[in-house]
């Protein structure tokens, strides 16, 4: 049997559980998925499609395939706030490092930045890295107490077990007004455009 000793000298496993591979995601894509979910929220016709959809009376095909638009549209606002949440992080690094303010200390403190409050967390810690203007707390006071009370009534609890019911436009719409707002915010202090700048203005070759 090994020693205590030896169990702390055992090499860490480099493949994760059942072979999983994870990677940033790309904050261009969370934008893209973001505008593909807002133009389902401001459709004029949702009101009918949700009462449709409750029934299966929906007369063209869809591809969701979530029997019920209350799980749906739950799934929306989580993977929607888990990708501002993702979006801030990301923005928060690349305006770092494309104006090389990049450091191995600032690199692990970022990485630490995952205890506390989440609004203390991705509003006002992880883009005051960037600028202590950038937090949310200094740049839109109202703003920032929206999104705190979003965050304990219903980010949280979507995020630990619960689910939306009885969803409505009315309040899908107040939210995704809140989640334009957020974005707003962050193309304040990062720009939304430089990697597609950046992706535009370079010339790939094929390699042979």
Known sequence: ??????????????????????????????????????????????????????????????????????????????????????????????????????????????KEERSGAMVEVYYNRLPAYVSPAARLKEHDPNLCATVRAFYAEVRNPLLHGNQLTDVTQESLRAAFEMFDNIYAWINSWSDPNRLSKILASTTFKVLK
Do not use: C
């Open 1 to 110: 049997m090994p020693s205590a000793n030896d169990a702390k000298k055992a090499p860490t496993r480099k493949e994760r559980i059942f072979g999983f591979k994870i990677q940033n995601i790309p904050t261009m894509n969370l934008r893209h998925q973001y505008a593909a979910d807002r133009a389902i929220v401001v459709d004029p016709d949702l009101p009918e499609k949700i009462h449709a959809w409750r029934f299966g009376l929906l007369e063209r095909p869809v591809t969701i395939t979530f029997p019920d638009p209350d799980d749906f549209f739950s799934n929306v606002i989580r993977t929607t706030i888990v990708g501002i949440e993702s979006a801030i992080r990301g923005a928060a690094w690349e305006e770092l490092a494309f104006t090389n303010r990049v450091t191995k200390d600032i690199l692990k403190a970022m």
